[in-house]
């Protein structure tokens, strides 16, 4: 049997960063993107906020016009990224929770709380060609709300599972795993992300239903030791090394 490869989605929001905290073009996002494609990812995620505070709205325009690989755009579920979205096209759109004064996302969207909110921002993408995916925390009522309201992906919030330790990130793990079976029985291709390392992501990486991981502080953080190309490949390693080992554990 064929072993189905693992996408990894890079996302360099966190390269922004650095260049916002100086103002200037460097370091710059797009080069980021490049040295991602070249070292192993298949696609680039980057998230635009209401402030601003990494990724700009050209940097968006860049990264679609600039770069070979899928983009896939993080955004709130506001009217002015929809606009965004809609006149820039990426090739996908992942709907986050947003908070202003949060440091990184805090957990996953509420779509069942939020589900008639939600509707346009899956409708009039997924008119346009863009492909919709809904980030949110693992469980059924989740992903059966994100199968009725047409979202085409939900990817799942990995970050309890990596701030937990011992019998408590078994346990974590055990809700990711159930979660990817329900979302790929209800016909949602499913990807996961959040706080994923070296340390972590074997595990998941390992999960059969999830097509695709998206990680990235940790791998900036990273670059600024080893440099971002070895980074991003000995990640790539890690997950083709865990869904092999997976497969030929299920094949035995």
């Given at each position: 049997?064929?072993?189905?490869?693992?996408?990894?989605?890079?996302?360099?929001?966190h390269?922004?960063t650095?260049?916002?905290a100086?103002g200037?073009?460097?370091?710059?996002p797009?080069r980021?993107?490049?040295?991602?494609?070249d070292?192993?990812?298949?696609?680039?995620?980057?998230h635009?906020?209401e402030d601003?505070?990494?990724?700009?709205?050209?940097?968006?325009?860049r990264?679609?016009?600039?770069?070979?690989?899928?983009?896939?755009?993080?955004m709130a579920a506001?009217?002015?990224?929809l606009?965004?979205?809609?006149a820039t096209?990426?090739?996908?759109i992942?709907?986050?929770?947003?908070k202003?004064?949060?440091?990184?996302t805090?957990?996953?969207?509420?779509a069942?709380?939020?589900?008639a909110?939600l509707?346009?921002?899956?409708?009039?993408?997924?008119?346009a060609?863009?492909?919709?995916?809904?980030f949110?925390d693992p469980?059924?009522?989740?992903?059966a709300?994100?199968?009725?309201?047409?979202a085409?992906?939900?990817?799942l919030h990995?970050?309890?599972?990596?701030?937990a330790?011992?019998?408590?990130?078994?346990?974590?793990?055990?809700r990711?795993?159930?979660?990817?079976?329900?979302a790929?029985?209800?016909?949602l291709?499913?990807?996961?992300?959040?706080?994923?390392?070296?340390?972590?992501v074997?595990?998941?990486a390992?999960?059969?239903?999830?097509?695709?991981?998206n990680i990235?502080?940790?791998?900036?953080?990273?670059a600024?030791?080893g440099?971002?190309?070895?980074?991003i490949r000995?990640?790539?390693?890690?997950?083709?090394?865990?869904?092999?080992?997976?497969?030929?554990?299920?094949?035995?």
């Amino acid at each position: 049997m064929t072993i189905r490869k693992l996408r990894l989605g890079v996302n360099i929001d966190h390269v922004a960063t650095i260049r916002n905290a100086r103002g200037g073009p460097h370091p710059d996002p797009v080069r980021a993107a490049k040295v991602a494609a070249d070292a192993g990812a298949d696609g680039i995620t980057a998230h635009l906020r209401e402030d601003r505070r990494h990724i700009s709205d050209d940097d968006i325009r860049r990264l679609k016009d600039e770069v070979e690989l899928p983009l896939n755009l993080e955004m709130a579920a506001t009217a002015e990224m929809l606009e965004i979205a809609l006149a820039t096209t990426p090739n996908a759109i992942c709907l986050v929770p947003e908070k202003r004064a949060e440091l990184t996302t805090e957990g996953g969207l509420d779509a069942a709380a939020h589900h008639a909110q939600l509707a346009p921002f899956i409708d009039e993408p997924r008119a346009a060609g863009i492909r919709v995916s809904l980030f949110i925390d693992p469980t059924q009522v989740q992903i059966a709300v994100a199968q009725a309201l047409g979202a085409d992906t939900v990817e799942l919030h990995t970050g309890s599972y990596c701030e937990a330790v011992g019998s408590a990130r078994a346990a974590e793990l055990t809700r990711l795993q159930t979660a990817a079976r329900e979302a790929h029985a209800h016909g949602l291709e499913c990807h996961a992300g959040h706080g994923l390392s070296f340390e972590t992501v074997g595990p998941v990486a390992a999960i059969g239903e999830l097509t695709e991981l998206n990680i990235g502080h940790f791998l900036i953080g990273e670059a600024i030791f080893g440099g971002l190309e070895s980074s991003i490949r000995r990640m790539r390693a890690l997950i083709d090394n865990a869904r092999a080992e997976a497969h030929g554990r299920r094949s035995a």
